[in-house]
């Protein structure tokens, strides 16, 4: 009997106890809040997003991870248009409290200016002793004291009457002025979605350009972006650390030297991740210097790395060849670092060493290995040579700027 009742409980624990849902089982469905709406689907995406994050080693989950994005954003949008609608109906409302009450007081203020004068000559003239002369009898001398005191009670009715419908229209203007300020916010935010909204389905199409759709090609492309951030991170812990450094930013008739250390942005995320610009951001760096040469002396590291579309779908922390900041497009292409120095321009240089690791310098003149460097990494890197840091050997990658 004992052995029979231990068996019951344990299927009904089978049945009633939920099974643990892993992230692989949810990330890998298309939609997993499919049939869900309102603020019931903007939870259960948001909450696949959080549980997705990490876990997008394969091209259908990335994509399934983008879609979920997109659905969200979507979402959130729809939940912005109601409350905007909302609120554009309460200020309609409201406007029109304020007119009416606008209107009584108008009323209202133009009975009061013409009793208060009134009011104002029946109590000078009034004489208490006149009143009892002229009075016939006492009932006559009761009528007209009550009669003042009518009057000066129904003067005070309407001046407390006067006085709410005052405090209530500032209450209502009050009021719509703060409602108006709530939609201004939630417009702002719905332009903020859309434009969200509109670089989530960039990306996913630049993803799958970038892949052309195949697993092969996006496990390609994804060992490479890490192998690169990997390297990075390895050069600035084989350099001391990536320690944050002040005022290294020098502006000349060539451009802007900055260092990606600097602390206007070392402790930044690159393209949030769990990368900063200050231990892995020397190609950001880099390209923003060239961007300073180029005419565009407002550009930053941080100029770059606020648009996630300058980076790659597949690896956010992966910098794209083609890049847009300060409304023009840039595209690295390979190139021969004396022929474009002879021809004044510069060049990006990206550097391998044998342990691993990887960094991204600007060459600005100079030829045949007697080079000057803008080195984005060490401190005040601006115009110092090549050859006293590095050799033409760990050169690997060589570009120029379109």
């Known amino acids: ?18 099974r643990d849902i892993h992230a692989d089982d949810v990330c890998a469905l298309t939609d997993p809040c499919a049939g869900q709406s309102g603020d019931a689907a903007v939870s259960c995406y948001q909450n696949v997003i959080d549980t997705c994050g990490k876990v997008r080693d394969t091209l259908s989950s990335q994509i399934n991870y983008l879609n979920n994005q997109i659905q969200l954003t979507t979402f959130q949008i729809q939940s912005i248009k109601k409350l905007i609608d909302s609120l554009t109906t309460e200020i309609d409302q409201l406007a ?18 013409k009793r208060v004068p009134e009011s104002y000559k029946r109590q000078t003239n009034v004489n208490t002793l006149e009143t009892i002369l002229f009075s016939n009898n006492l009932f006559d001398l009761i009528q007209k004291v009550q009669y003042i005191k009518k009057v000066q ?24 002025e703060t409602t108006k300020t709530k939609q201004q916010a939630a417009q702002k935010d719905y332009e903020q979605k859309n434009a969200q909204l509109a670089q989530q389905k960039q990306t996913k199409d630049l993803l799958l350009a970038q892949t052309n759709g195949q697993e092969v090609i996006y496990q390609q492309l994804l060992t490479q972006a890490k192998a690169q951030l990997a390297g990075f991170s390895s050069f600035a812990s084989n350099q001391g650390g990536a320690t944050i450094l002040s005022n290294q930013t020098v502006c000349d008739d060539w451009g802007c030297y900055y260092n990606q250390r600097d602390s206007q942005w070392g402790t930044v995320a690159l393209n949030h991740t769990q990368y900063t610009l200050a231990s892995d951001g020397c190609l950001v760096t880099s390209m923003a210097m060239i961007y300073t040469h180029l ?5 930053t590291p941080l100029t770059i790395n606020s648009n996630p579309l300058n980076f790659a779908a597949y690896y956010p922390a992966f910098l794209n060849r083609t890049i847009v900041a300060d409304g023009m497009t840039t595209t690295r292409i390979a190139a021969a ?48 040579a090549f050859k006293d840091y590095y050799s033409l050997g760990s050169v690997y990658e060589i570009d120029r700027i379109n």
């Not at 009997?1 to 939920?18: G, T, W």
């Not at 005419?295 to 550009?299: A, D, E, P």
């Not at 510069?346 to 690791?357: A, E, K, L």
Request: zero cysteines; proline letters at 4%.
């Open 1 to 18: 009997m004992k052995k029979i009742f231990v068996i019951v409980v344990l299927l009904v624990a089978a049945f009633v106890v939920p």
């Open 337 to 384: 670092i004396d022929s474009e120095l002879n021809a004044n321009r510069p060049v990006v240089v990206g550097m391998r060493y044998g342990n691993g690791d990887t960094h991204f310098i600007v060459l600005i003149s100079g030829s045949s290995g007697n080079y000057t460097m803008n080195d984005p990494f060490i401190p005040n890197g601006h115009k110092i």
């Open 295 to 299: 005419g565009h002396k407002n550009v």
């Open 96 to 113: 029109k409290e304020v007119d009416n009450l606008e209107q009584m007081l108008l009323k209202q203020t133009e009975l009061l200016q």
């Open 153 to 176: 009670q129904e003067d005070w009715r309407l001046f407390a009457v006067y006085k709410k419908t005052q405090d209530n229209y500032n209450e209502r203007k009050i009021k719509r």
